[in-house]
């Protein structure tokens, strides 16, 4: 069915008007019902909306393109309504809406409207069919371009329905598979999943993505489907399990792409322009790898397998205290049983792992399975091995990553060097000869290098600690604009890492300084959209109400949208307010124990409800200085001529 047998000159509104979406859907239903298309419009303005709740049709571009299918219709129609001043209508790219076409198909059709809406929302990507009919001076003349521009499709009817969408023939006959990961599977992994679904759906691509977040992997990709792909998408800053893909074309790329290159990277999937991945059992090498993916890829690896054992073991730890600093101590008046048994499983258990399961990690990495054990052994060397007197920890966090880079590289040559072995042996590798050599030199290098670590570790932490005043204040400032600057990737990560070490170190300051900045950016925006609704769309209205609980949980990865789509106004307004945080925690010496949670860990803050009020008081300071900041430099939202 062609949309000129459905569009006619009784169904068209050449000037709407409605001043709102609802009255926008009310005007061009009673238009239907004027003209004889319906039975019941007010069921018909039901099943609109019904449509409306699951997702908005207003598709971007000035278009919007409501639907149904409903028993209250006599017969299929199109209405068109046209509002030179434009109407927000919820659209996709938060933008008002100016042409309207409205869908209408009886109960019982073989889905002509939604062939009609797929021919539509084509022919509306053509700007210049868009222009012709914004500036058509008659019904008739609307008609007559609509006319025009199906004449343009070559072949029968049925032939451009075969291409119901842009993007859909691309996909014709192939499929596209996608795995998302980021280092802590808390925010990047699952908005870089939406936007890739998103996107491939309103392209009309077949598309199944699969998350490795952090309640583990959801939506797995399986063999057949790996089998049948065209090409497959790999945004991942952390380590998947990349061998099932060996011989498929494979684009390998950072997770933040998939949500701001959304398009490019379904385009060179289509294409099938990407390297054939080839999987190799010795190096575990990641062909066609894009930059960030070797040392911050290894070091991203460790600390998304670190961080349960951080957060665990800190929040043990800090709950312990509750009973008293010394309630742990046996030897001590405050001694409570159940708080030394926090003690021991948060610090004496899972906190003392934290290095070696960073440095496996990293040794996996680098050098697949056969790093772990040696990575590990090297870790647990770098805290237990001081060879200093007095000094306790070892070189800590530091000699960690050492060990799990030593590790992983040793383990790579050793396979290297056992390569040449007869083919009967092979089986013998994995299981004696690679441990065995791997862990022994790890090992040794790890016994002679950790003494002199460790003499620079404990001067690091001893020189950190000994700053005061002014030099303080400057850390805090350093600190919390770098938890701003990228949102979730390398620098605030390092930023936050570095939070950890410190607070591996018994040094509580820096860690509350870094969860206090990065509480402010999301907090901020969230603010900045309740004081100045005229400066942001509906749409990120309400992303400022998901922010406010993001910000709130230390999710800083909640502003990105706000980022995405203001990066020169949002992001210096962001690392103002979370720098401002940082100094003012510095400065009012408040120290944190959990190093995760954001508010709900705020009764974990050392120094009772002073400092827990002194804490609020830098976040909210800091969160008001990105709003006022955003509120002053983002301009009004106007509406389309």
């Known amino acids: ?104 198909a009886t109960d019982g059709e073989n889905d002509d409207h939604l062939e009609a809406l797929s021919r539509l929302a084509t022919f509306l990507m053509d700007e210049k069919f868009r222009v012709n009919i914004l500036e058509a001076e008659s019904k008739q003349q609307v008609l007559d371009i609509v006319s025009a521009k199906e004449a343009e499709v070559e072949g029968p009817e049925q032939t451009a329905d075969a291409q119901p969408v842009a993007g859909a023939q691309d996909s014709a006959g192939g499929k596209i598979l996608a795995v998302t990961a980021c280092p802590t599977g808390i925010a990047h ?91 190799d059992r010795t190096k575990d090498a990641d062909a066609g790898t894009e930059p960030k993916s070797g040392f911050y890829k290894h070091l991203m690896n460790g600390v998304s397998n670190m961080l349960p054992f951080v957060v665990g073991g800190g929040i043990l730890i800090a709950l312990s205290f509750f009973w008293g600093i010394n309630a742990a101590n046996p030897d001590s008046p405050e001694y409570n049983e159940f708080a ?22 990293i040794a996996m990495s680098i050098a697949d399975r056969p790093g772990f054990a040696p990575g590990m052994i090297g870790g647990l060397l770098a805290i237990t091995v001081t060879g200093v007197e007095g000094a306790s920890g070892g070189s800590g966090f530091l000699g960690g990553l050492i060990a799990g880079f030593l590790a992983g590289y040793v383990t790579l040559l050793v396979k290297k060097a056992f390569s040449g072995l007869p083919q009967s042996l092979e089986g013998l590798k994995p299981v004696l000869f690679f441990p065995v050599f791997s862990i022994l030199i790890t090992g040794v290098v790890m016994m002679l290098i950790n003494p002199p670590l460790t003499q620079v570790y404990s001067g690091i932490s001893a020189f950190l600690e000994g700053l005061g005043g002014t030099n303080l204040v400057l850390v805090g400032l350093l600190l919390g604009g770098m938890m701003a600057v990228d949102m979730g990737g390398p620098v605030n990560k390092a930023a936050y890492t570095f939070g950890i070490a410190m607070l591996d170190a018994q040094n509580f300051n820096f860690m509350a300084t870094v969860m206090a900045a990065g509480m402010v ?38 502003v990105i949208p706000f980022a995405a789509a203001d990066p020169a106004r ?41 400092s827990i009020l002194m804490y609020l008081l830098a976040i909210l300071i800091g969160s008001f200085v990105t709003a006022i900041l955003v509120g002053l430099l983002k301009k009004n939202i106007t509406v389309a001529a």
């Open 1 to 104: 069915m062609r949309i000129t047998q459905l569009l006619t000159e009784n169904t068209i509104i050449l000037n709407l008007k409605a001043g709102s979406k609802r009255d926008v859907l009310d005007e061009l239903a009673g238009q239907l019902n004027e003209a004889g298309k319906l039975n019941d419009q007010q069921q018909f303005t039901k099943d609109i909306l019904a449509r409306e709740e699951q997702s908005t049709t207003g598709i971007g571009d000035t278009i919007a393109i409501p639907h149904a299918k409903s028993k209250a219709v006599k017969e299929p129609a199109i209405a068109f309504g046209r509002s030179h001043e434009g109407i927000d209508f919820e659209s996709l790219d938060g933008q008002p809406a100016q042409l309207f076409f409205m869908i209408a």
């Open 189 to 279: 992994t699952y908005m870089a999943a939406e936007k890739l679904s998103g996107r491939a759906k309103e392209r009309g691509i077949n598309l199944k993505v699969e998350t490795n977040g952090s309640s583990g992997v959801k939506n797995r990709l399986s063999d057949a489907e790996i089998a049948e792909a065209d090409a497959i998408i790999v945004a991942a800053d952390t380590k998947v399990e990349m061998a099932r893909f060996d011989g498929k074309p494979v684009i390998q790329t950072q997770v933040g792409k998939a949500i701001y290159e959304t398009d490019q990277l379904l385009d060179r999937a289509i294409a099938k322009d990407a390297p054939v991945y080839k999987h």
């Open 340 to 361: 030394a048994m926090l003690s021991t499983i948060g610090g004496g258990t899972a906190f003392f792992l934290m290095v070696p399961v960073l440095a496996g990690f």
């Open 521 to 558: 950016p999301p907090l901020g925006l969230a603010i900045a959209t309740t004081m100045f609704k005229k400066k942001f769309t509906k749409p990120e209205r309400e992303a400022g109400k998901t922010a406010y609980v993001l910000g709130a949980s230390f999710i800083t990865e909640g």
């Open 570 to 610: 949002v992001i210096p307004s962001a690392i103002a307010g979370a720098a401002t945080t940082g100094a003012l925690v510095m400065l009012f010496d408040i120290g944190l124990l959990a190093p995760h949670g954001g508010v709900f860990v705020i009764g974990l803050v050392d120094g009772g409800v002073p």
